[in-house]
């Protein structure tokens, strides 16, 4: 292999993730050990940054501050939701001839992975000498090949605290239905995360009664009738429900009902708008039959939203040093020649879990999409199975610890009570 | 006065917060001091428990689950947002009295607190001898007399460390204007804390660009082209904008429009619906005046919903702390003789920090509700003052730490870049 000797340059793209910068920190303290690589650039706002020759000199920055940075939520050196156009391939390759940028770290999502393809194909057609390596990062879960994805982690465990102290608070009162809308456009690994609420009881004696009670998935079709059924079971054998859904579900009961923007690669917003869950909530409202004596149905949908990826203070352990290890792996693989490929993360063990790297074709991951297999699903649709735990708990490092009183009952001296 | 003796109830009322169950472990530690006190009722759901005669017997579990339910979030015991009509006094009495009921602890915010005097006047009346407490409990921290609410610090903690990710989140893209819809019916108090995110920034020169940028409360009126000029203002300034909303200035934009259900007490529910974020994103959508060079406008909404008081594992130590005292101090004055009273926490010093506890007329605080004074409020109406930030930080018991990068930017070679 040619040695070559340049510039390179951090992209960080699509939505962000509570470990996206952990991986940007992976990047700038590895390739301090190679001196092919001189000034490490910044894109400012992703493919933005690289379109309109805005870059930030990260070599400039103080060493300490990447371990801050590491910690810190959102994109830190800007992100975008762009495509590159085929009018912007001359452009970009101006730029990055004009700054001898010779290896490209494009920290992304599917979409992402597109994007360094479409400049990969032109940099072949062009016989531009250029490295570019895709670094997954996604909080959806849903790149192929990969075991999981860095970013994933992180919201698994932040999920799974929030739904916990929601069944908590559900908990707490007689009547009540709490619906919660978690991201996840077309599969629910996210939904699926929330189930880990339900390890972190101890000393309680029905199971079953831990939320979440009910998740739904997109993989799995929503029928208005299903939902309605399994929420009055649940209702008729414990009083209430804690019942997670997909946003991703919007697009089974009406396509256009709950869209109202569409971004360069086609995805829908889905997230920032409470209309999923008022429509559950109605449904339930509508025809939940519940016991009076108990009072009036309580019913209310939470949509989760942003913060789900960028709760300060709240990352997994994992995650954050999977996050950095794709970073820092990522720059010994392109010094060893390695381009065109998307680093992956290879589960080695599940017990007790342990994880490496590995490297994957950029065309098994652009434009396709990771579903959860049928037997992460419980044959009801509605939950999930050991295998999903198995596969989910390492990654989140931790369940939220959760306890509940024994409640034992004093004996009743007086009548029952009608009240009027 | 007169040594009673006899069993005591617990009752936990309105909604539940992060360290409600603090409260209850301090009364529960306490009074194994007191031999006038026999066994330990819990009203199961509040008011519904001392209606139907639902008790737990709190004296059975075993000991050490106390500092374990500490620290979970929702109300361990139930709660109910009921008020007692005249037709139950007769009832409530009768339970009282068939279980020798001479303490009673009413944990709870100012709705409780009128609970608790209208149970008080008939025991007058009857001159039934039982001593009633009111423990105050409120993530809203709108209860007169007391420095701040057991609860509030914790939401303090919780919203701040949302919005601080959630700027860092914003800032990751351009043109993005990001508004979040958090609790508060009639008090700014949960709104204004999210300015906490503003003092974790280290690093960042100019501390005006760190959010939130705008804060609106329920104290300010609230005009649509007042909101949508700041915006702009902000946006001019920043390219970009972080907003919160109390939930209580839907009440100004139009009564009836947000508004579906009325508790016992006349609360209208304003949580558990995304009406409110929709109707401001809409005005901004219409209104924002950008610049297209850095792509669409970017406007999202999110209503952070009942995580702000449930979410497990982020309460504030300084709030638990302070929880349990009050349940602990309860049970001392009560011993005491005190009755009809709401035990108060009082502010002895400011800097360092220290608080002790008193007590204060139930009449002072049922139905009452205390504001952020105009003090608080910056002069736009939009933001806080040095003032409440002394009130406030030492609540939340600590900042979200916050770092960005310094920028460097790489200088230009080639000329502008128009995207077609």
Redesign the interface.
């Given at each position: 292999m040619a040695q070559i000797k340049g510039n390179a340059v951090i992209i960080?793209s699509g939505g962000?993730t509570?470990v996206i910068n952990q991986t940007l920190a992976g990047i700038m303290d590895e390739s301090r050990n190679y001196h092919q690589i001189e000034?490490i650039?910044?894109a400012?706002?992703g493919l933005?940054g690289l379109?309109?020759?805005?870059?930030?000199?990260?070599s400039?920055?103080r060493q300490n501050?990447w371990s801050?940075?590491a910690?810190?939520?959102?994109?830190?050196?800007?992100?975008?939701r762009?495509k590159p156009?085929t009018?912007?391939l001359n452009?970009i390759f101006?730029?990055l001839s004009?700054?001898k940028i010779k290896f490209i770290f494009y920290i992304g999502g599917n979409d992402s992975a597109e994007a360094a393809e479409l400049i990969r194909e032109e940099a072949n057609r062009r016989a531009y000498d250029v490295r570019i390596l895709h670094l997954p990062k996604t909080i959806d879960n849903d790149l192929m090949v990969t075991d999981h994805c860095p970013g994933y982690g992180s919201v698994a465990k932040v999920v799974s605290?929030?739904i916990?102290?929601?069944?908590?608070?559900?908990?707490?009162?007689?009547n009540s239905v709490?619906i919660n809308v978690v991201m996840g456009r077309h599969a629910g690994w996210i939904a699926g995360a929330t189930a880990i609420a339900k390890k972190?009881h101890i000393?309680v004696e029905d199971h079953d009664e831990v939320g979440p009670h009910l998740i739904y998935f997109p993989e799995i079709k929503f029928e208005d009738e299903k939902f309605i059924n399994d929420v009055q079971k649940t209702y008729d054998r414990i009083g209430r429900a804690t019942i997670v859904v997909a946003e991703g579900i919007a697009d089974q009961i009406d396509p256009n009902k709950f869209t109202n923007?569409v971004d360069e690669f086609g995805n829908k917003?889905l997230?920032?708008?409470?209309?999923l869950?008022?429509y559950l909530?109605n449904l339930i409202k509508k025809h939940l039959i519940f016991n009076q004596q108990?009072?009036?149905l309580r019913c209310?949908?939470?949509?989760?939203?942003?913060?789900q990826?960028?709760?300060?203070?709240?990352a997994s352990k994992t995650d954050q040093k999977e996050a950095f290890l794709i970073g820092s792996m990522s720059v010994k693989y392109m010094m060893e020649g390695e381009t065109d490929k998307m680093v992956t993360l290879v589960r080695t063990s599940q017990k007790p879990y342990n994880c490496t790297t590995g490297l994957c074709d950029l065309k098994l991951v652009a434009q396709k999409t990771k579903l959860l297999s049928r037997s992460m699903i419980n044959a009801e649709g509605n939950g999930v199975t050991e295998e999903f735990f198995d596969y989910v708990l390492p990654l989140a490092g931790g369940v939220?610890?959760?306890?509940?009183?024994?409640?034992?009952?004093?004996p009743?001296?007086?009548p029952?009570?009608a009240?009027?």
């Open positions: 960080q962000p509570a000034n650039y910044g400012s706002h933005h379109l309109y020759e805005n870059f930030l000199n990260l400039n920055e501050i801050e940075i910690v810190s939520p959102g994109a830190a050196l800007g992100s975008a762009l156009k009018s912007d452009r101006d730029i004009a700054h605290h929030i916990a102290g929601d069944d908590l608070d559900n908990r707490s009162f007689y709490k972190g000393d923007e917003q997230s920032g708008s409470g209309k869950g008022d909530t108990y009072g009036k209310r949908a939470d949509t989760l939203g942003y913060l990826r960028s709760l300060a203070g709240m939220p610890e959760i306890r509940a009183l024994k409640a034992q009952h004093v009743k001296h007086l029952e009570y009240r009027t």
